[in-house]
């Protein structure tokens, strides 16, 4: 909201102030973090509370705005006898009988400090950066109307905002559910019609499984031709227009992105022609962030690094996205972790990998829980879309209500019902005048005071 023109957008019984006249900013002495104290009064940095010393500077609910870092233009409120660092801007001397500190602390959220920021490596608000930088001012008894207003509706936004904030979570959840249920068998119970289940040892834990499934190591439902290896050892510096790479990085919630790999040079890359990936192939992070699986689902031209084993299956025994359901699962992604050395780094060792243990169900049933695993992972894409196009709808809610307060249409129906309230001396220009008139009789802020 840039209130530099701010007379054209709000009511015509508001006025438009400079910060300055309202209050005096100041950055107060910046205590070091080593001569913090274990207790005592509230120090306020840059982003709020860092700990304690033994004098305040502010007796009363004091409004700051953050004036150095990435984050300057923050705005924070302190608790009573607190100390306000150098790295917050104290708005001090806010008679507040006559400007609320919370419908200001709103008003400043509204319009933002973009106009006041200076400096590119280090962004800084200044004292002098704030003036001549505008505030609507409405009369008193409509600041109160607005303050209470806006805590309403921006507490239902907060609670909106925290129920979107916590369904990614439950649709993880719903996932690793779905993996469980089709490699333990549950997935395709009513589509098997044979449902007599016995226990899988894998590693301590024990898995139900249909007794129609057979039970294999990995090793075994690897093509003969194609054996489980792991890939690039030593790739050099990057290459423009050389082999691609697939890293650890480059391996996330089951996929492959294709998009930022590295490259190598094409000797690099023929070294090592064993490990490069065909369509079908299952990729496994085996060092550092064990257990992370990927698909190579088309035909690519890529080989993978050393932290990364590939599997080839024989597709007569098994089908690839049932292995990477596999794997994905729960159950194997605690015993890949379990299985794994700590080295220099956790890693995982291929002969490990190799005896991991592969309940394999018959092609037909493999089909039919690929089917539905991706038909319920389908759906909660879907909704994972919807959540996050409602949760940048709610991150801009709070802005737009905000700018619909600040323009005075928030309590247009309350100004109708109560023109006395907003009129004579009751107008803000009165109020205005009042608050010069105030702070041209205040004392200069006091220095620090001692804990008595």
């Given amino acids: ?47 709020g509370q860092i700990g304690f010393y033994e004098e305040y500077t502010h007796e009363y609910p004091t409004l700051m705005i953050t004036c150095r870092g990435a984050t300057c233009g923050n705005l924070h409120v302190s608790v009573p006898f607190s100390y306000i660092n150098g790295n917050a801007m104290a708005l001090d001397n806010l008679p507040q009988d006559l400007i609320g500190l919370k419908y200001l602390y709103y008003a400043l959220k509204a319009r933002g400090f973009d106009d006041a920021i200076s400096g590119s490596a280090q962004p800084q608000i200044t004292r002098q950066g704030l003036a001549g930088r505008h505030v609507p001012l409405a009369p008193l008894a409509e600041q109160r109307e607005i303050a209470d207003r806006l805590d309403t509706l921006l507490a239902q936004v907060d609670t909106l905002k925290g129920r979107l904030d ?68 030593q ?21 492959i992105d294709w998009a930022n790999l590295r490259t190598i040079s094409e000797e690099i890359d023929e ?43 024989n597709q007569s025994k098994i089908i690839p996205m ?16 379990n299985s794994s050395k700590e080295v220099a780094r956790k890693t995982l060792n291929l002969k490990e990998l190799k005896m991991a243990p592969v309940s394999v169900p018959p092609l037909e049933e493999q089909t039919e829980i690929v089917r539905r695993v991706e038909q319920l992972f389908a759906f909660a894409d879907q909704i994972e879309l919807r959540v996050k196009a409602a949760q940048s709808r709610v991150n ?47 004392m200069p802020a006091k220095r620090p005071r001692k804990q008595s």
Avoid at 5 to 19: H, N, Y
Avoid at 189 to 207: C, N, T
Avoid at 240 to 250: F, M, Q
Avoid at 322 to 327: D, E, G
């Fill in 1 to 47: 909201m840039n209130l530099g023109a701010i007379s054209g957008v709000i009511p015509a019984q508001w006025v438009a102030a400079d910060l300055v006249e309202l209050c005096t900013p100041k950055q107060w002495k910046t205590i070091s973090t080593k001569d913090l104290k274990e207790e005592g009064y509230v120090v306020y940095g840059a982003n």
């Fill in 166 to 233: 916590a369904l990614p979570a439950i649709l993880k959840r719903f996932r690793q559910s779905v993996l469980a249920a089709a490699v333990s068998g549950k997935l395709t119970e009513e589509w098997r019609e044979y449902s007599k289940y016995r226990q899988l040892a894998i590693g301590e834990e024990k898995l139900s499984i249909p007794e129609s499934w057979c039970v294999s190591d990995l090793d075994d439902l690897i093509s003969s031709d194609r054996k489980i290896c792991y890939g690039v050892v």
């Fill in 235 to 255: 790739p050099g510096k990057e290459v423009a227009g050389g082999s691609s790479l697939i890293r650890v990085c480059d391996i996330y919630n089951g996929e």
């Fill in 271 to 313: 070294q090592y022609k064993r490990s490069k990936v065909k369509q079908g192939d299952i990729l496994i992070t085996i060092v550092g962030a064990i257990g992370r699986v990927g698909i190579v689902r088309e035909p690519k031209e890529a080989n993978i690094a050393r932290a990364i084993a590939r599997l080839s299956p």
């Fill in 322 to 337: 049932f292995l990477h359901t596999w794997f994905s699962s729960p159950q194997l992604q605690w015993w890949l972790v």
């Fill in 396 to 442: 801009h809610l709070t802005q737009s209500i905000l700018a619909k307060a600040f323009r005075g249409e928030l309590t247009a129906d309350w100004r109708e019902q109560h023109p006395e309230l907003i009129s004579g001396e009751h107008s803000a220009s009165a109020l205005l005048a009042r608050i010069k008139a105030e702070r041209a009789t205040q």
